[in-house]
C-alpha cells in the first residue's frame, strides 16, 4: 500500500456483535485488500454455537421491549443509524475500499451516502405505511369493521455478498429493523468490516441488546449455513449467487422458512440506431464496467442495430481501452481490482473460454501489468468482445467481471428474442429516441427492471429484483416492508 493507503485505511476491525457484545469467538480469518493481496484485518470465523449463540440473543430480544417498540421509536432510530454513519462516513468509506479495493470516488459517492439514504428512506416509508380497512355486511344489519395490522416475522437472517458491502446489508437491515424484526447477518467473508461498523452505529445508539447482531464467517460448511439453516429463523433474506440461493433455499425448505432472493444476472442492453450514440455508448461503458462488472446489474450482452454496429464496438472499445484502472486512492481511477484471487481465476477463465469459444477481443482480454505493487492485486482489463453464437456459455453464464459481448440485430422482435434468451431475468437497458418503441419493448423484456436512455438509476420506493434465476420476490419500499412483517387481519363486530 502507498503511504495515504495505510493512513486511510485506519478502521474498525471484524468482529461479531451478538446479544450487544461484541467478540472474537472462533479461528480467524485474514481479509485480503484486492488492489495489492496485502493483509487488512483478521476477522473471526462463528462456529454453529456462536450463530445458535446470536440466534438466541434475537429471539430474547423479541420477547423483551424490542418486541413492543413503536414504529415511531423505529423510525427515530433508522435516522439515528443513518446519522451515525454520517458520522463516520471517512472511516466507512476507508473500510470499504479496505476490504473491496474499489475506487475511493464510487465509495464516496455510492457506496456510503446510498446507504446512509436507505435508513432515511426507510424511515419515511414506514412512518407513511398505511393499512386496509373494510366495512363488511353483517345478518344483524351492525357490520364489521376488518383491518390489517403488520406483525414482524420475527428473527430474520440476512446474508449479503461482497461488491456493496454495506449498501446491499443496510437495504435489508432497514426494512427489517423499522418493520421490528431481530436481525442476524452475516456479511461476505471477502468483505467483513463496515457490517461491523454498523453494528457499532447501531450499539451506540442505544437499541435494545440482542436486536440486532453480526456474525462472521464463511457460506457452506460455515457460519452462513449454519444461520440459513438454523431451525429458529423466521425468514432469510440473501443476495448473492444464484447457485448459492438454491442452496439456501433447500436449508430453508425443511423449516419451510420464507425466503426473499436478489440473485445473479446476465443483463442485455438493447441499443437502436435511433438512439442518442454518445449517450449509449457513455451508458454502456457505465453499466458494463463499473465496480469492475460486479455489480448484478451490470450489463454482460450489448445488441445493436446492425447500421450502427461497427461504430458502436469501435467507441465502446475505444472508452475501455482508456478507462484508468489502478490505485482505489488515485484521484484519476476510474475502475479498481477484482474483488478476490478466486474470482479474478473465474473471470479470466471466462476470458479464456470467449476466445476458445471463436470470440473477436476489440479491447482488453487479459491482465494489466503495472511493474509496482498492484502487481499483486486482483486486476483485469474492461473487455469488450463480439463474434460469439447465442449459445455461447460466455453469453449465457453470469461473469460478474469487466466484459460485455456485444452482437448485432437487424429487428425489434429479434432484439427482445435475444435480451429474453437468458436463464436469468434481472435488469436490462433500452437505448431509443423513440418514446412509442421504449414501451411498446420495455414490458416485452423478462427482466425486474427495465432502465430506457438510463442505468442503475434507482428510487427506493420501485420494486428491485429479479424473473427466472436472478431471484424470488422483491426488494425496496413496500416490497421490502412486506416481505418483513406478516399481515394479520383483524374483524370488529361492530
Ligand atoms: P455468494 O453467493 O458466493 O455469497 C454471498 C453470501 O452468501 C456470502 O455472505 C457468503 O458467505 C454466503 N454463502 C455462500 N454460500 C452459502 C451457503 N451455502 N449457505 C449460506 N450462505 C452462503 O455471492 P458473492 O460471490 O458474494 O456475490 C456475487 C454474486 O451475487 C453474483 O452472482 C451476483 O450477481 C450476486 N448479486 C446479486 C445481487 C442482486 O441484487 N440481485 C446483488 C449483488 C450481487
Ligand atoms: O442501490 C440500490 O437500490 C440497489 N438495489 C443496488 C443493487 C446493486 C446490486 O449489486
Redesign the pocket.
Known amino acids: 500500500m502507498n503511504e495515504q493507503e495505510t493512513s486511510e485505511a485506519a478502521h474498525t476491525q471484524p468482529r461479531h456483535y451478538i446479544g450487544g457484545q461484541f467478540s472474537d469467538t472462533g479461528t480467524s480469518f485474514d481479509v485480503i485488500h484486492p488492489a495489492d493481496g496485502s493483509v487488512v484485518g483478521c476477522a473471526p470465523e462463528a462456529d454453529a454455537a456462536t450463530v445458535d449463540a446470536a440466534v438466541q440473543a434475537a429471539r430474547a430480544a423479541l420477547l423483551g421491549p424490542w418486541g413492543q417498540s413503536s414504529v415511531e421509536e423505529r423510525c427515530a432510530l433508522l435516522r439515528a443509524i443513518a446519522d451515525g454513519i454520517e458520522a463516520r462516513f471517512d472511516e466507512f468509506v476507508a473500510a470499504e475500499v479496505a476490504d473491496t479495493g474499489k475506487p475511493e470516488s464510487l465509495a464516496r459517492s455510492v457506496d456510503i451516502p446510498r446507504s446512509i439514504e436507505t435508513f432515511r428512506a426507510y424511515a419515511d416509508l414506514a412512518w407513511a405505511r398505511s393499512e386496509r380497512a373494510f366495512t363488511t355486511p353483517t345478518p344483524d344489519g351492525a357490520g364489521a369493521l376488518n383491518y390489517t395490522v403488520h406483525r414482524p416475522r420475527g428473527v430474520v437472517a440476512i446474508?449479503?455478498?461482497?461488491?456493496l458491502p454495506l449498501l446491499?446489508l443496510s437495504l435489508k437491515v432497514a426494512p427489517a429493523l423499522v418493520t421490528g424484526n431481530a436481525i442476524v447477518a452475516?456479511?461476505?467473508?471477502l468483505t467483513p468490516t463496515s457490517a461491523t461498523m454498523l453494528a457499532e452505529v447501531i450499539h451506540d445508539c442505544g437499541l435494545v441488546e440482542g436486536a440486532f447482531n453480526v456474525v462472521h464467517g464463511?457460506?457452506?460448511g460455515s457460519a452462513?449455513?449454519h444461520l440459513?439453516s438454523h431451525p429458529d429463523i423466521d425468514a432469510v433474506a440473501?443476495?448473492?449467487?444464484?447457485g448459492?440461493g438454491r442452496?439456501?433455499m433447500g436449508a430453508a425448505a425443511e423449516q419451510l422458512t420464507p425466503v426473499s432472493f436478489?440473485?445473479?444476472?446476465k443483463n442485455p442492453a438493447l441499443v437502436f440506431a435511433d438512439a442518442d450514440f454518445d449517450a449509449a455508448v457513455e451508458g454502456t461503458v457505465r453499466s458494463a464496467f463499473t465496480n469492475a462488472g460486479q455489480i448484478?446489474l451490470c450489463t454482460e450482452r450489448v445488441y445493436v442495430e446492425r447500421p450502427i454496429f461497427d461504430d458502436f464496438v469501435a467507441a465502446l472499445a475505444d472508452r475501455a481501452k482508456n478507462l484508468s484502472v489502478g490505485r482505489p486512492y488515485d484521484a484519476d481511477t476510474w475502475m479498481g481490482p477484482l474483488a478476490s484471487a478466486d474470482h479474478r481465476s473465474k473471470v479470466l477463465g471466462y476470458y479464456r473460454l470467449a476466445e476458445q469459444e471463436g470470440a473477436k477481443i476489440h479491447a482488453g482480454g487479459g491482465v494489466p501489468v503495472f511493474g509496482d505493487e498492484r502487481d499483486s492485486g486482483f486486476f483485469v482489463d474492461p473487455t469488450v468482445i463480439t463474434g460469439l453464437s447465442r449459445d455461447a456459455r460466455t453469453v449465457r453464464e453470469?461473469i460478474?467481471g469487466p466484459i460485455c459481448h456485444v452482437a448485432p440485430f437487424d429487428d425489434e422482435a429479434t432484439a427482445v428474442e435475444l435480451a429474453n434468451e437468458s436463464a436469468f431475468g434481472?435488469a436490462a437497458s433500452l437505448w431509443t429516441s423513440s418514446l412509442s418503441r421504449a414501451h411498446r419493448v420495455a414490458p416485452r423484456l423478462q427482466n425486474g427492471i427495465v432502465w430506457v436512455n438510463c442505468w442503475n438509476l434507482r428510487d427506493h420506493r420501485t420494486p428491485f429484483g429479479?424473473l427466472k434465476a436472478?431471484?424470488i420476490g422483491r426488494e425496496g419500499g413496500e416490497y421490502s416492508l412486506d416481505f418483513f412483517s406478516e399481515p394479520v387481519n383483524v374483524c370488529v363486530k361492530l
Open positions: 446474508v449479503a455478498p461482497w461488491n446491499l452475516k456479511p461476505s467473508e464463511f457460506g457452506g452462513g449455513a440459513t440473501f443476495t448473492g449467487d444464484s448459492t442452496a439456501i436478489e440473485l445473479g444476472g448484478c453470469e460478474f434481472l429479479g436472478s431471484g
